[in-house]
């Protein structure tokens, strides 16, 4: 296998386990959410605390712009391998995805699962980034 | 002052004058509970192995209105052997969808459906939600005004809170099974797995809720707070803790107290258990155990009572006990002090007022520090 090859193996390992623990932890939280009275309550708490704060609708278009960014990125980059470009491709998607078809009334842990996919996201970018290349 | 005290000062003649115009008031106020208690088995029990479950034995007329029931009643009603309780439905009572409902899924009464506790209160007080959804919610359970209902659940608060809003929207005949399920396993009664699906009904055959009166709303109770009413007492059914004001008791909350005027009912260690009015083998405490463990608190029995907690769960309790022996004078203050808590300038104390040892100031005064954190 050429160097480049084993760049691009590592690169893809990478994001994959990026990308699975994101959304293993996004399910977990989903279920652990309608299974604990006291951590839905507390999440209920939180999502109000956060929508006082912060401007949740301005964050999430932002979130969801820096996703489409990405996927443009994705196909112009020529560095990258292209099992790196649709894995991170991918990733946009669900993530952008997850951010406009979802909300708080369907699900109540929305704003935590949103912040664990977008940690996983940008982390899985960077990886790209770094990792991927010619 | 109470009735007793009251009575002492007045001469033998005006006594049974007195005595003589409180009967005829009671007897055309409430019904005179005429349960005895007994530390024994249900009257049907035959060979059930209940030695340890507690129950208030009730004459066959107070059945309807009688709540916590023993597995050996329970089996016999869904046997058809109980007057008057006809095709009950059975339900487990946990928090939770019945995807996620591990207990129920792991073991439950024969034909046992399950319901979600969630059904019937919602965000943001965690109140009971708007008539309407908890008439669906229970519509949705296969049950109506004349159905038997009999619950059960592990957690006796929570099972409390949903047989309370079944109560509460007009469900006429509302059981707890006393023990729960761990009360029906040992009693070698029949359980099983499967899932099952209630069959949902259509008509509630009354309109929701039939006993609104159930029910304090906050403004009410912070009116007959500030009207001075000595006979109204706002009990509160918390912990030591968070009626002295060191905690919220819920991650939550951020604010500890109690409303300006709240006297203390007993609770439990924490905002999770009851071990006041719950004993450890999850049967509810009698009426004369109640009456027992109010001795020396700041109310009595014949208060015109409203009862709280955090968010409604723990109240419940004091609420159906007096319920299921015929009072009238009690009510549930819903919100609590979540609730209670959202009102910056409701006023607020901090400490035991027995003790001299309380501080009054208003909600926003409060720090935003108490909420309960686990250790």
Same mark, same amino acid.
């Given at each position: ?134 | ?29 409430? #019904? ?82 399950? #319901? ?15 008539? =309407? ?12 005004? =004349? ?81 001075? =009413?000595?006979? *109204? ?33 007993? #609770? ?29 608190? =700041? ?15 723990? #109240?419940?309790?004091? *609420? ?56």
């Amino acid at each position: 296998m050429t160097r480049h090859g084993k760049k691009t193996r590592v690169s893809v390992i990478l994001m994959s386990v990026l990308q699975i623990i994101s959304l293993i932890s996004a399910y977990y939280l989903h279920k652990l959410t309608r299974a604990k009275l006291g951590l839905l309550r507390h999440l209920v708490y939180l999502n109000g605390k956060w929508e006082k704060a912060v401007n949740i609708e301005m964050i999430k278009y932002s979130f969801i712009a820096f996703a489409a960014a990405v996927i443009i990125f994705a196909v112009l980059r020529k560095r990258s391998s292209l099992a790196g470009k649709v894995l991170i491709s991918v990733s946009a998607l669900v993530f952008s995805g997850y951010l406009l078809f979802f909300s708080k009334s369907m699900d109540r842990a929305y704003y935590a699962i949103s912040l664990v996919l977008a940690a996983g996201f940008i982390l899985e970018t960077l990886v790209w980034l770094i990792t991927d290349r010619k | 002052m109470s009735i007793n005290t009251f009575k002492e000062k007045i001469n033998m003649k005006s006594k049974s004058l007195i005595a003589l115009g409180l009967a005829l008031l009671l007897a055309g106020c409430q #019904a005179a509970p005429t349960a005895s208690t007994a530390d024994s088995k249900s009257a049907s029990d035959a060979g059930a192995a209940s030695e340890t479950v507690k129950v208030t034995e009730r004459s066959a007329k107070d059945e309807t209105t009688r709540v916590y029931v023993s597995p050996q009643w329970a089996k016999d009603a869904i046997e058809g052997k109980i007057d008057g309780v006809k095709d009950p439905v059975v339900i487990e009572a946990s928090w939770g969808p019945v995807a996620d409902a591990k207990e129920y899924k792991e073991g439950h009464i024969k034909g046992a459906v399950h #319901a979600d506790i969630n059904s019937i209160e919602d965000e943001p007080y965690w109140n009971l939600r708007p008539a =309407d959804q908890v008439k669906s919610a229970i519509l949705a359970a296969g049950v109506d005004a =004349d159905t038997p209902v009999i619950f059960y659940g592990s957690d006796m608060s929570g099972t409390s809170r949903i047989a309370f809003a079944y109560l509460w929207a007009g469900v006429k005949n509302v059981k707890i099974i006393n023990g729960g399920y761990e009360a029906w396993k040992n009693a070698g009664f029949e359980t099983e797995t499967t899932v099952n699906e209630p069959k949902a009904k259509t008509d509630f055959k009354a309109t929701v809720p039939v006993h609104p009166e159930y029910v304090l709303a906050i403004e009410d109770a912070y009116k007959n707070l500030e009207s001075g =009413d000595k006979n *109204f007492k706002l009990v509160s059914i918390r912990s030591l803790a968070e009626f002295e004001g060191k905690t919220s008791g819920y991650s939550y909350i951020d604010k500890a107290g109690e409303p300006k005027g709240a006297v203390w009912g007993k #609770a439990g260690s924490d905002p999770y258990h009851m071990e006041d009015y719950v004993h450890a083998d999850n049967t509810v405490i009698t009426l004369d155990e109640m009456k027992q463990l109010w001795s020396g608190l =700041d109310f009595n029995i014949d208060n015109k009572l409203a009862f709280y907690c955090g968010t409604g769960w723990r #109240a419940t309790i004091p *609420f159906l006990i007096m319920y299921e022996n015929g009072f009238t004078n009690m009510q549930l203050y819903d919100g609590g002090w979540f609730q209670w808590t959202m009102n910056p300038d409701y006023p607020v104390q901090v400490g035991d007022p027995k003790s001299g040892n309380v501080q009054y100031t208003t909600v926003k005064e409060l720090p935003n520090d108490k909420a309960w954190k686990e250790n």
